[in-house]
C-alpha cells in the first residue's frame, strides 16, 4: 500500500503523541489492553506474512533477519495505541491560551534561538533552496523533539511489527513497517531505528514512509541522515513543507483586532473537511484581507489586501484572534492540531523576535 498524504498526516499526528503533543481531546485509558491479534493469527506467522511481502518489494534478506531476529509483540505499544482517542465527541474544546503558555515557553523560544544563531548559515541555505523560513523549520524540530533531546527509545520494528499483527490499522501500520525495512536497507542500524512508539522517529520525527518519499541529503553527503545531521533534517522537514504546498514569503497567520460584538459565527466554515474535521470546523469562511477589514476585522501586521485568511478565535470573544493563511494549512498537515499549529507557528516568530 502506498500510503497517501491524508493517511500518512493522521498518523503523524498520532505517532509524535508519544512523544507529549497535545490531541484535541485527552486520551483514555482502556481497562485492559487487548495483547492478541483480532483476527486471532500467531504472531509468529503473522511476521513470516509481512518478511514475504518486504521480499517482494526488494528488501535484502541481510536486512529482515537483522531486523526481524527475536521480534516480540510489545504490550506496551498496544495499551499506548488503544489509550488514543476514538470518534471525538462536541464536548467543546480546552482552552489555547494556556497549551499554548505551555508550550511557547521561555525555555522552548530560548532554545530555538540558539539553534537558528548557531545554524543560521544552514538554515539561510535551505530557505533559498525551498522557500521555507527557516524560524518555522527550527519550531518544528523544537515541538516535535525538544531540538533533538528527546525522539524516543522504541524499536521501530518491534513496534510496527506490533501494531500491524495486533490488527486495528493493520493496512497502515503492515505498510510502515515495510518501508521501515527499506530504510533499513539504506544501511541503518536496528539501534538507530528507534522512535516513538507508533513509529515516528529522527529529528522531524517522520513516518518510515514519509522519510522515503520526503527525507532528504542536505549537506550532501549522499545520505539523508535525520538522526543527528542538522543540514540533513532542516531540508527533510522544508522539503516536506513544500511538498504540502508552502507558500512563500506568506506569513502563516497575524494576530488580528476583531470589533466588540462582531458575530463570528455568521461567518463559520460551512464546509466539512473529510480529515481532522473538528480543527477545520473552527474556522472561519475564507475572505480576503480586503473584505475582513472591510468588516471591521483589522490584521495588526502587514497583509496585502488580496491574500485569502480564515478568522480563529479559539477561546470565544474578547479573546486573542487571528487571520490565518494556506501555510497555516500546511503546518497542520504536519500534526492535524490546532494547538500544535498554532503553537509552532507562535514559536516561530518568538525565535526570530
Not at 81 to 101: F, K, L, S, V
Not at 183 to 196: M, W
Not at 270 to 284: D, G, I, N, T
Request: net charge positive; aromatic share 10%.
Amino acid at each position: 500500500m502506498i500510503l497517501n498524504r491524508l493517511a500518512s498526516f493522521a498518523l503523524l499526528a498520532t505517532a509524535t503523541l508519544g512523544l507529549g503533543t497535545l490531541s484535541q481531546l485527552g486520551p483514555t485509558t482502556p481497562a485492559k489492553a487487548q495483547v492478541a491479534a483480532r483476527d486471532g493469527i500467531a504472531f509468529d506467522a503473522y511476521l513470516e506474512r509481512i518478511k514475504a511481502r518486504a521480499r517482494a518489494e526488494g528488501v535484502s534478506e541481510r536486512t529482515l533477519q537483522r531486523m526481524a531476529s527475536g521480534l516480540t509483540p510489545n504490550p506496551r505499544v498496544i495499551r499506548l495505541d488503544q489509550g488514543q482517542p476514538g470518534r471525538p465527541t462536541r464536548r467543546g474544546y480546552p482552552a489555547m491560551a494556556p497549551y499554548i503558555a505551555t508550550h511557547v515557553n521561555s525555555t522552548r523560544i530560548n532554545g530555538g534561538k540558539r539553534v537558528y544563531q548557531s545554524s543560521s548559515g544552514i538554515l539561510r541555505a535551505v530557505e533559498r533552496e525551498y522557500g521555507v523560513p527557516g524560524k518555522i523549520i527550527v519550531a518544528i524540530f523544537g515541538h516535535e523533539t525538544s531540538y533533538g533531546r528527546i525522539r524516543g527509545n522504541f524499536d521501530l520494528s518491534r513496534s510496527l511489527a506490533t501494531l500491524a499483527w495486533e490488527g486495528r490499522r493493520r493496512e497502515l501500520f503492515e505498510g510502515e513497517w515495510v518501508a521501515l525495512m527499506k530504510v533499513a536497507d539504506r544501511g541503518y542500524s536496528r539501534s538507530e531505528l528507534v522512535g516513538s512508539y507508533a513509529g515516528a522517529f529522527g529529528n522531524p520525527q517522520f513516518l518510515p514512509s514519509v522519510y522515503l518519499r520526503l527525507a532528504t541529503d542536505g549537506d550532501g553527503d549522499g545520505r539523508a541522515n535525520i538522526f543527528n545531521n542538522r543540514a540533513d533534517t532542516f531540508a527533510s522537514i522544508a522539503n516536506y513543507f513544500r511538498d504540502a504546498g508552502w507558500r512563500t514569503g506568506q506569513p502563516w497567520g497575524v494576530r488580528a483586532s476583531v470589533p466588540r460584538g462582531f458575530d463570528v459565527d455568521a461567518y463559520k466554515n460551512k464546509l466539512m473537511s473529510p480529515v481532522c474535521s473538528r480543527v477545520h470546523e473552527r474556522h472561519s469562511q475564507w475572505k480576503t484581507v480586503a473584505e475582513w477589514r472591510a468588516l471591521g476585522v483589522q490584521p495588526q501586521r502587514p497583509l496585502p489586501d488580496d491574500t485569502l485568511t480564515s478568522l480563529f478565535q479559539p477561546d470565544g470573544p474578547g479573546q486573542p484572534a487571528w487571520l490565518l493563511t494556506g501555510n497555516y494549512r500546511v503546518i497542520l498537515e504536519y500534526n492535524c492540531s490546532n494547538y500544535y499549529a498554532m503553537s509552532v507557528g507562535l514559536l516561530a516568530d518568538e525565535i526570530v523576535n
